[in-house]
């Protein structure tokens, strides 16, 4: 029999390749050592995996969930023809075959999560929930044959039965599973949680990262994934979310910078991790910096296409922050240009740039060649974008209108929270000037302009005056349903309940997120806020969570 000894260091070397900026390298050198290695093969799905969560190419996603699931038919077939399972041997490598059947079924979940849709939320927890009743009876065997049951035992104790066999790889490589799908399970939305949570399924967040550390720091091939997984937690999962953030966000850039920090030693100058550091000068409001090393990521000859950008997408939106309407538009419109993801997407965000900086004619003409670039009707975000276009296929934009709608997409997508005190004044400010230019029967984007000053307000501790604003857009309310504006109220009444939570009054603040999250729905960005609401009435109902500072390493 062919001596495979050297596959599992082979395809951790692959994935570290990829994170290397070698896409093409990891790819020949897997490919090469495949002959249906079922640790090769998982290394295959799990760089391709990243690289459509990086992407989120419509058409690259569906033939890598093609991909997985094949690999996930052969290792059910392969099970079965396994020889001597009785033995230690026999049983570390059984489990480690089904560790790795169950990881092709997470890595299907995780497609399913870049739909961002409440539907598609459900069926990647169903999907989870088989995946973790695989990584728990690994876990608790693991227990039996090791004698222990702590999940953070450290180094696994040889087998009694045969001291030359240690299942701590077995371990390591159950680890990265079980940490995401408890991770993820944890922030899901209620919504679509509420069939797992029916049968007896939820995520336990401090144990999804506590395995992610032990997979971080193992020899495992899958070791660089939960780098990768812990830098989005610490850099953008926990800032966007508000978790573990009262006072301030010092803890989060610590974690990321101590994750960034190890996976560079370990991995090397990787751009993906350049990109998490430009995220933490982010939370630092740091936006100089932040251009820096977005900067210089996107332009590294051999920076990964999707990670390049990522890049210029912030790049773009650092530029709103500062107003350079006119430096954003072309960033915009070229990930128009250049992406498969969403040419809608993109194109919207150009369009509006132009507007806001007073290009008024190219505006119109972008706006008006939309709907041609629209992939995917039953995506939400080009359902947020067809619904935003249609009043100007037949009228003329203006620049408040431009201004505002782009204040929108900064406040929706999360931007506010990066701005120093500085800028969100002065955005404030801005916002104010474009809401006394709007046409007095326009309510939505009266309302949207509240909306997004109400949000300002409340980032600068005004509560009063945030909550005067955000009163201003439910005033409007029934007009934003009506026009399929939902998400403007939703948000609005949210921004309410962080009110009430800053303030003290925790009942009215449960009252406030229940009703955002219950009063109004089906619009195309719910998923994003009912993520937040989750969080808001966790942390609002028990003490501060315990700080994830020790397991980031």
Known sequence: MEDRTNDPAVAREGIALLFRNGVDDAEDLLKKNSGGNAHIDCALAYIRVVQCLLSWEPDAIDSVIDFVKKVESRIS????????VNTPKGTQHLMLLRIIGADCTLLRALLCFTKLTIAGYVKAGVLMRSASKVYNKIYKDLEKLEGHSSLNGGAASASAADPTVSFGNVRAACSLGFGIVNLAMSLMPDKALALMKFFGFSGERQAGLDALAISSTSEDMRAPVAMLSLAWFHAIGRP?????????????????????????TELGPASVFHYFRGRTE?????????????????????????????????????????????????????????????????????????????????????LRKLPGLILRKNSSYEKFVLKKIARFQKASPTAPMMRTLLLEMVYLWNYTLFASTAQRFELLAFAKEEAAQLAADDFVLIAANHLVQGGLLFELDQYDDAEASTRLVLNHADVCVKRKEQHIPAYATFIIGQIYQKNGDLVKMKQAMNKAKSAYSDYEVEGRLQAKIKVALESGVSPPAVSAAATAQ
């Not at 010092?250 to 974690?255: E, H, K, L």
Request: net charge negative; charged share 20%; aromatic share 10%.
């Open 77 to 84: 077939a392969s099970e079965s023809q396994l020889p001597n």
């Open 240 to 264: 966007l979310l508000r978790i573990n953030v009262r006072e301030g966000y010092d803890d989060a850039i610590a974690n990321a910078m101590r994750v960034i920090t190890h996976a560079e």
């Open 282 to 366: 982010y939370l630092k409001s740091n936006t100089e910096l932040a251009m820096a090393a977005f900067k210089s990521a996107a332009e590294s000859p051999s920076a990964l296409k999707e990670v390049a950008q990522l890049c210029l997408y912030e790049m773009g939106f650092i530029h709103v922050l500062n107003r350079n309407f006119g430096e954003a538009a072309p960033l915009f419109e070229r990930l128009c240009k250049e992406t498969r993801w969403s040419p809608g997407f993109y194109g919207y965000l150009a369009a509006i740039s132009m507007g806001s900086a007073g290009q008024l004619e190219e505006c119109q003409d972008l």
